[in-house]
Each structure stands twice: as structure tokens, then as C-alpha cells.
């Protein structure tokens, strides 16, 4: 099998905040928010990875680490067999891995015209002449849906979806391989949604682009990924097929997050499910052993002291190492984890 285009291989980006004059002063040690916190995965080229997880488990810092608009604190990210944090010049890495983000309006600076946007990465970059440049402006406004007579309007003159085709369009155009994409549909009406994956879509075909597609909206992702990573509290709990991570998920998280989006399907209504419960805890000070037994309807007395350490099989289609799926002597030996919380409903290894 061939390389893949990205490895992402042990990422870690923590923020250090306190980090103020008065904090140096005292001596104080800066408190870190472990926002990524040791993350794995591949991408392989012409596929679409997604990348779900709750608000605020590092999906965003993953993206913009691994693309080097933030500082990595550890790990590589390898494109195309290359250590990006390691490259001396971001040039040719800059021109061939891009970003969508989530707001088509903030992303796109109000007083440069949509042309002036899409135009911007070929100036900075220097390619082609004054009248290559409009041309080629002209073509990809028309690729992604827009017309070449909408060059010289504002941003604010176009309505949501059509500003994230500019936005889009700018992505395109110094014709990458990787495109990160950020929440690229959930700031749009749900309408435009799918109009704007069907372009992503398409485009993917068409110039053979490689996506890490970051969402909160499991639909979403089960109708654009290849495959799927799954993050919680800074770590990747499972990767895995699209298929297989929403048919039978490895790990409780994963099933929790499934279980909490609601079924349109009558029969399903009743159904005694597991929602996630509790609050998220905090990446200042994430629990110790695994980071969801504070909130897993299995944990047990080992799950607090014991992090399950990796995957069950390695390679890219790694599927969680849970205790309770693996069957671990030590898990079942262990007493289940006493908690403050009422227990929400009775379960055994059977359910
Ligand atoms: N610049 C920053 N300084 C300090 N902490 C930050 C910074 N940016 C993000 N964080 C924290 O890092 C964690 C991960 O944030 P991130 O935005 O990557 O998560 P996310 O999964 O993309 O969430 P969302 O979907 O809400 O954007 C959060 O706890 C967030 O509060």
C-alpha cells in the first residue's frame, strides 16, 4: 500500500495561559490547557477522514496544528513522507495543504472584494501574470458555483453558502491536495448544507483531493467521510470505516455519542439508550486512567487508574482498546467504579 498523504503521528498542543507578567514575577508555572494531547491518524490520498467529537474536545487545534498555523508542543505531521514541523520552508507545504473554516463570514476580510480574496493566495505566492491571475480568479469563481461577474462585490453582499464558496474558492487556488475543513457547512442553514458538501464532493473527484473533514454533526460526517476518528478531551478514542464506527462502535464513548443524536424512526423511540451525561471535564486537568470513566456507563475501579493504551490491532483502522470490549482479565477483576452519580441504568457486558 502506499504511503498515506498525512500521518499525524503523536500531536500534542497544549496553551499555556496564566502566562502573565505578574505570573513570571511570582515564579508561578503556567497552567496548560492540554487541548491535543497525543493524537494519531493517517489520511490517505483521495480520501476524506472525518473528524467528530463535542465541542471543545481539540478537533479545531488539531486542524490548524497539524497545517502549522499553530505551534505544535510535540509530535510530527508527515505530507507527503515529510516532517512538516521539522521543514525549514513552508512554501510548497503552504501551497498544497489548505483550510475551509467554519464562518464564511469571519474567515473573509470584509474590505477586499471576492475577487481580491480568491486572487490573494496566487499574489502572495507569485504565480502568474497580472492577467493569469484574473483569469484564473474568473474560472474558479465559476468551478465553485459562483459567477466571474461577482468578482468585484464585498463579502457582505453575498448570503452565507455563497461566501463559503468564496471561501472555497480561495482553498482552491493554488491547486492543493489536502484541504482541512473546518465546520465548513454548520454555520449555513440546513438547506445550503448539502449543496456545499455535494461541491466538496465533487471537488474531491474532480482534482483528487484529500480531506480531514472536522464536524459536531455525526449525519454530516457519515455522508462525507471514508473514515472516521472519533476525540474525546484531547485524544482519539477510535478510528475506523464510516460503516463500522456507526454500526458497531469500539468504544463507549463513541456508542454514547451515537446514542445521542435523536432517531427519526418511530420504532426506534423507547429504546432504553445511554445518553452522555455529565459535564465535560476540563483539559486544564483531564481524569487520570482513561478520560471518559468519569463519565462511562461501564467504568470500572481499573478504568481510573489505567488508560486502555492504544488499540486493539495497529495500522489506521485501529479500533479502541476498551476494557470492556477486550475482556481483560484486569478489568473484570476490578470493582466497578463508585461514583457521587446515581448510576443511570443497570448494564452488564452482555448489553
Ligand atoms: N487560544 C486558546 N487558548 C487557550 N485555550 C484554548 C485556545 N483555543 C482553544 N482552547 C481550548 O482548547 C480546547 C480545545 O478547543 P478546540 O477549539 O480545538 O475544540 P473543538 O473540538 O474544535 O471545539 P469547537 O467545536 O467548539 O470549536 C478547549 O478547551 C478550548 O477552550
Request: charged share 30%; hydrophobic share 35%; with cysteine.
Amino acid at each position: 500500500m502506499t504511503d498515506p498523504l498525512v500521518r499525524v503521528e503523536d500531536l500534542r498542543k497544549y496553551y499555556f495561559e496564566q502566562d502573565n507578567l505578574t505570573d513570571r514575577l511570582l515564579g508561578r508555572e503556567p497552567e496548560s490547557v492540554q487541548a491535543v494531547d497525543g493524537v494519531s491518524f493517517e489520511v490517505r490520498e483521495g480520501e476524506t477522514l472525518g473528524l467528530v467529537g463535542e465541542s471543545g474536545c481539540g478537533k479545531s487545534t488539531t486542524g490548524e496544528t497539524l497545517l502549522k498555523l499553530r505551534e505544535p508542543t510535540d509530535g510530527a505531521m508527515y505530507f507527503d513522507g515529510e516532517n512538516v514541523f521539522e521543514m525549514d520552508d513552508l512554501t510548497e507545504f503552504r501551497e498544497r495543504a489548505q483550510v475551509v473554516f467554519q464562518d464564511p463570514f469571519s474567515s473573509l476580510d470584509p474590505r477586499m472584494t471576492a475577487g481580491e480574496i480568491v486572487r490573494e493566495p496566487l499574489d502572495v505566492h507569485g504565480i502568474g501574470t497580472k492577467a493569469e491571475r484574473r483569469e484564473r480568479v474568473a474560472e474558479l469563481m465559476e468551478r465553485v458555483g459562483l459567477s466571474a461577474g461577482q468578482v468585484d462585490r464585498y463579502p457582505h453582499e453575498f448570503s452565507g453558502g455563497q461566501r463559503q464558496r468564496i471561501g472555497i474558492a480561495r482553498a482552491l487556488a493554488l491547486e492543493p491536495d489536502f484541504i482541512v475543513c473546518d465546520e465548513p457547512v454548520s454555520a449555513l442553514d440546513v438547506s445550503v448544507q448539502a449543496q456545499i458538501l455535494n461541491l466538496l464532493e465533487d471537488l474531491q473527484e474532480e482534482f483528487g483531493l484529500t480531506y480531514l473533514f472536522i464536524a459536531h454533526d455525526l449525519s454530516v460526517v457519515r455522508h462525507i467521510s471514508d473514515r472516521v476518528a472519533v476525540m474525546y478531551l484531547g485524544e482519539i478514542v477510535e478510528v475506523g470505516p464510516v460503516d463500522e464506527i456507526f454500526e458497531n462502535p469500539g468504544h463507549p464513548y463513541t456508542e454514547a455519542l451515537l446514542e445521542s443524536v435523536p432517531r427519526a424512526d418511530t420504532s426506534e423511540q423507547g429504546r432504553q439508550v445511554e445518553t452522555l451525561s455529565g459535564d465535560v471535564p476540563s483539559p486544564r486537568d483531564p481524569p487520570s486512567g482513561c478520560r471518559f470513566h468519569t463519565r462511562c456507563p461501564y467504568a470500572r475501579e481499573v478504568c481510573a487508574r489505567k488508560d486502555p493504551d492504544g488499540y486493539e490491532a495497529g495500522g489506521p483502522d485501529h479500533r479502541a482498546a476498551c476494557f470492556r470490549r477486550v475482556e481483560s482479565h484486569e478489568y473484570w477483576e476490578s470493582p466497578p467504579l463508585e461514583t457521587d452519580d446515581e448510576p443511570a441504568t443497570e448494564q452488564t457486558a452482555d448489553d
